[in-house]
């Protein structure tokens, strides 16, 4: 049974709470990403996803002026690395989210998409 830690990325997209939202998404498209990681001071302190920005728009045609901080899931739910693949899907599942940060205590080591767990299926 595969963990987290052989599936999550490493390579982490992130972005402070003080980024407009039209720049979250100009990183999050230059890097072919559906979320970024809202981090200040080292600490995780949200996640900006599709999602995210379908909601700030369609509540005001004026948010991509405004802050990520504004618009973005404040504390995410998040997984361990040794979690197994079929925990991190269910949390996903369960929570209706497609992205999950991976804490080892507090500090954040990966990032993990329903898309990566979704392979990791398929092979076992």
Known sequence: ???????????LVTIEPASS?????TVMGMQGVGAVL????GRVEGIFTERDLVRALSNDIGAASQTVGQW???????VGPEASVE???EIMLNGHFRHLPVMEGERL????S?????????RE
Do not use: F, H, Q
Not at 38 to 41: D, M, N, Q, R, S
């Open 1 to 11: 049974m595969a963990v987290i830690r052989e599936v999550m990325t490493k390579e």
């Open 21 to 25: 939202v039209a720049a979250a998404v």
């Open 38 to 41: 809202v981090i200040e001071e």
């Open 72 to 78: 973005m899931t404040r504390n995410p739910v998040t």
């Open 87 to 89: 925990e991190g899907l």
């Open 109 to 112: 080591v990966g990032v993990v």
């Open 114 to 122: 329903i898309r990566d767990l979704s392979r990791a299926t398929l």
